[in-house]
């Protein structure tokens, strides 16, 4: 079962993960980027996935409305990433964040996506502030937040590592 669609852009729909997207979450939280910039979440299995999903995106859905979407290409329904916005404890912020499976990338459909997530953050949950969080050496992540109007403000330790913060 397809989750609730959450919004759509002109290649793309976001849509809530369910645990039926847990083929998928195994793969892209496995990519050597994901495990590098995002780090190992400990995902092996689909049952691992699925209470991963669990216990992050929909637990996240259930408390605040939001969190992180699968981003579908509209042409072909496949799943090539996710975007949305996370509540941290860490943060007062509300953060956007996204990544992609590889075979996606330079396609524009993080940009695309992070710019639809960004206008409902603003327009329809009425955040006057969103943060970004990414590893100093994540350059294709720093120049993508750039681009849709995140400014770098300090670097900070966030799970033991430091952390570049941007906010807009």
């Known amino acids: 079962m397809a989750g609730v669609k959450v919004l759509q852009t002109?290649?793309?729909?976001?849509?809530?993960?369910t645990v039926d997207d847990a083929v998928f979450i195994r793969e892209l939280v496995n990519e050597p980027s994901w495990i590098r910039f995002i780090g190992d979440r400990g995902v092996r299995s689909v049952d691992d996935a699925r209470a991963y999903l669990q216990k992050g995106p929909i637990a996240m859905y259930a408390r605040f409305g939001f969190g992180l979407?699968?981003?579908e290409l509209k042409e072909t329904g496949e799943a090539a990433g996710l975007c949305g916005l996370i509540k941290r404890d860490a943060f007062e912020d509300v953060d956007i964040g996204f990544a992609f499976l590889p075979r996606f990338w330079r396609r524009g459909y993080a940009l695309e996506s992070?710019?639809?997530v960004l206008a409902y953050?603003?327009?329809i949950l009425e955040?006057?502030?969103i943060v970004a969080i990414t590893s100093p050496?994540?350059?294709?992540?720093i120049r993508l937040l750039?681009?849709?109007g995140l400014r770098f403000?300090?670097?900070i330790e966030f799970a033991g590592e430091p952390t570049k913060l941007f906010a807009a």
Do not use: C, M, P, Y
Not at 10 to 17: D, H, N, Q, S, Y
């Open 10 to 17: 002109e290649r793309l729909a976001l849509r809530e993960l």
């Open 69 to 71: 979407w699968a981003v």
């Open 114 to 116: 992070a710019q639809a």
């Open 121 to 123: 953050g603003r327009e």
């Open 127 to 129: 955040l006057d502030r």
């Open 137 to 141: 050496d994540n350059d294709a992540s």
């Open 146 to 148: 750039e681009k849709i």
């Open 153 to 155: 403000e300090q670097t």
